[in-house]
């Protein structure tokens, strides 16, 4: 049987289907979760903050990119939301001025963070693909993609409860970007899943939206590996192999 002779999967199903993906997320990652268990040192918080700002400063690009290819003008009003939120409107500063304030409270100087000097070329390749993603593909797919936001309230609401005890040396104005992120990320899931269990209304389409889905969650996965091959200890096997330590200092 081909993908076009299955039945296409009701919309509760299909969203449970998205939402099975969860466990892909980049919370299970070995250096996130040696993150989340207070496990990491200053320098490896500072390095995290450091190489995600890379992707924070792309994210309104990214969504300019969907909206430069939609047409439909009550998709724009809503989505133009995500990049106001990140870059701020009204004498509101936004989330990238807030995660500058994130690195600073971890240590970094606004000169280091904004430079983007301390970003890994893996890092970099990884955000600039989804970049390119979302100004090549359909707007429908590329709305698709963001749709790992179903996921980021549950690491949110983590470092706020944990990372106080865990880092108690991370000044705390900085934890302000992760409780705006409690409040955006749901309601621009909303939105996310009305264009995309409206669009992807085929067996053949919801396959794909969850390939969507899997492809921008092995991005954020390959950020982290980057980060941890650079700045955790690490056994070198064979050409160009190599297995994490058991253990990080």
């Known amino acids: 049987m081909n993908m076009g002779e299955l039945t296409p999967w009701t919309a509760e199903e299909f969203e449970e289907q998205l939402r099975a993906r969860s466990k892909s997320y980049h919370i299970h990652h070995p250096f996130q979760v040696m993150m989340n268990e207070g496990k990491s040192t200053r320098a490896q918080i500072q390095a995290w903050v450091a190489n995600r700002y890379y992707y924070q400063v792309s994210i309104p690009v990214k969504d300019a990119a969907i909206m430069s290819n939609c047409p439909d003008r009550e998709v724009r009003r809503h989505w133009v939301q995500r990049i106001l939120d990140h870059d701020g409107y009204g004498g509101e500063d936004g989330g990238i001025e807030a995660w500058i304030r994130l690195g600073e409270a971890v240590g970094l100087n606004r000169e280091q963070i904004v430079s983007q000097e301390l970003v890994l070329p893996g890092v970099r390749f990884a955000v600039d693909a989804y970049i390119n993603f979302a100004r ?69 389409l919801q396959e794909k939206a969850l390939s969507i889905l899997q492809f921008k969650l092995d991005l954020l996965w390959s950020m982290l590996d980057a980060m941890l091959l650079a700045h955790c200890p690490v056994n070198i096997e064979g050409w160009g192999a190599y297995r994490p330590m058991s253990k990080v200092s």
């Open 136 to 204: 090549r593909a359909p707007w429908q797919e590329a709305a698709a993609s963001s749709l790992t936001e179903l996921f980021a309230p549950t690491i949110h609401k983590s470092r706020l409860d944990h990372w106080p005890t865990h880092y108690p040396w991370i000044e705390a104005e900085g934890y302000n970007y992760f409780r705006r992120r409690l409040t955006e990320a749901p309601r621009d899931v909303i939105n996310g899943l009305r264009i995309t269990l409206g669009h992807f209304n085929t067996r053949e």
